[in-house]
């Protein structure tokens, strides 16, 4: 049985339902802090960080959310009186509280930036109401983010955010700090509005839901003061948005893709610092961005995300630590709370007064070369699929090769992580070809050597052997896509090719495609695979449990072949079809839709550009 929380029956239409939203999400929290207010106890798996830590970062989340809702009008006042005792307590070194004296690159460097925010945006709260002491306490504490080096990515905005709110009260502040971080920002920039997560980074949710998100509220507070780099800012912000918006399904879903993804609806705090900075296009009008914001709240919150008391759990469409960052403590999740900024908006502000509007009319195709992706929508039932060419670089976080390498990401059908080292069942390889030394243990791409996309074709090489060299072209398409491996191995292999994960259902049907492939189809969709040339079998393999981060139990139809040392291709059409679309084009149909000749003497692809 799916747990129902007051908030999942929320219609989440006007500024008093999102207050409602809020004070829905944080009321089952108030009995968690401790008798000081400095630490939100919420208790479960552990964090590489420790545990006081961990309380501090569950105290400093809730404050994305509750210093709009106060800045904006709302009221929660039992909750801002245990916030600002917990704000008094944590900074005073003589109490048993006290957040302590912080490290280089540590964790709470990340939490201070909240308490930047407020007071930003409500000094009058907390800041006027503490005596000479306390606000020497809070400032001195504060203020060693700037003798501490964060590390260089988004991390640098927290000095920012710091900084700003020491400006906003009329304290010293760091200005060259400041204006070092925000000139290293620069440098990452990529263009078409997209930035990298620092030097090399992946340009996932980090750009939209920290360094944009920051860089408008920078935006709007400094506008007088800096008004070049605010318009700057603006102005990429703006190119961003285009974009951003191929990664929203209609149904108010948005991709799931790359690290961090338990922040759940952080996934469109982009667009509600988009309307607190007063941005608006043609296309993306107030009432655009506000169905944007409403719709995914909305999505997010009729998915069993909650625990019996109503407290956010990590995972993503459900519990599941095995997807988790090793940075996700219990009260991680709340970050998500950043996209109330709305709520800062007055009653009478465009966003609010407009009416919600559905998604706009989207191109099927839409290449991003920056974030290394071709986006494709079914504009029937408003899936997106984003092809992925992969990255030249890689890092040491959780789960990297299947959070950035996978061949496909999708808003119906996710991506699995692996759950151990054994077999099919435990690698959960979907949307990947996986390669094993006939031994079981199976291997994905994870960094790629030379990449390319032209039109909806993705070029790729890779190696997961010195010795082994791997060539793919994704020809990019919906319901259909194709993928070509060229191998050269100098070792015998197993190839696993895997299509689309869709959640096991009681109506599950399978069905043999003509030739080699497979079809399996339930209520939640329908997931095909179809081998053309290299493959000897095609099977349904039933991945680990919670190895999806869309649904606890899927089937994966996959393609096996066995490589002797040598030259091999491989070539496969996979299709991916969400509940309610248009009947599903036949294998030769789908390659003649994709551009694709196969013939005895080899293959041609039309690309289009």
Known sequence: MVIQQPVSGNALRTKEDLQEAFLQLTSPLKGLYS???????????????????ADLEGFSRILWGLVPHLAGGGEAEELWDICLKGIVNGTDPAHQEYWGEVGDYDQRLVEMAAIGLALCLMPERIWQPLDGQQRLNLYNWLNQINVHPCHDCNWLFFQVMVNLGFRQIGEPYDAKQVERNLLRIDEFYLGNGWYSDGPGGHS?????????????????????????RCALYKERSLLFAEGFLDWFDSDGSALPYGRSLAYRFAQSAFWSAFAYAGLETETLTPGVVKGLVLRNLRWWFKQPIFDYAGILTV?????????????????????????????????????????????????DLSVQSEPHLVLCRDKE????????????????????????????????????VPRAE????????????????????????????????????????????????????????????ARIHRIDTKRALTAAEGGFALGLRPDQRVEKLGGMGLSVENALGRSCIHGLKGYAKAELVYPNANTNVLHPRTVLPSLLADLEPGSHLLVSVICGQAAGGRVVPSPEEALSELGISVTEQGLSVFTCE
């Open 204 to 228: 996932d949710y980090y750009v939209p839901f920290a360094i944009h998100y920051y860089g408008l509220i920078y935006a709007k507070l400094m506008e007088e003061e800096d008004p070049e």
């Open 315 to 363: 995972g993503y469409a459900y519990p599941n630590l095995v997807m988790a960052e090793n940075y996700n403590a219990p009260g991680s999740p709340y970050w998500a709370l950043k996209t109330f900024l709305v709520l800062a908006l007055a009653e009478d502000s465009a966003f609010w007064s407009e009416p919600e509007e559905d998604m706009p009319d989207r191109s």
């Open 35 to 53: 008798e000081g207010g400095a630490l939100l106890q919420i208790r479960g798996a552990g964090a590489g960080h420790a545990d006081s830590t």
């Open 381 to 416: 039932t408003g899936h997106v699929a984003a092809f992925n060419s992969g990255h030249p670089a890689s890092n040491a976080h959780t789960h990297t090769s299947a959070k950035y390498e996978k061949f496909v990401y999708s808003t119906r059908f996710g991506f699995s």
């Open 422 to 481: 054994w077999g099919l069942g435990q690698a959960a390889a979907d949307s990947m070809l996986a390669l094993s030394e006939q031994d079981q243990l199976f291997r994905v791409r994870r960094r790629n050597e030379e990449t390319w996309i032209s039109g909806n074709v993705l070029y790729a090489r890779w190696r997961p052997w010195f010795d082994v060299e791997v060539q793919t072209w994704i020809v990019a398409g919906l319901p259909w896509h």
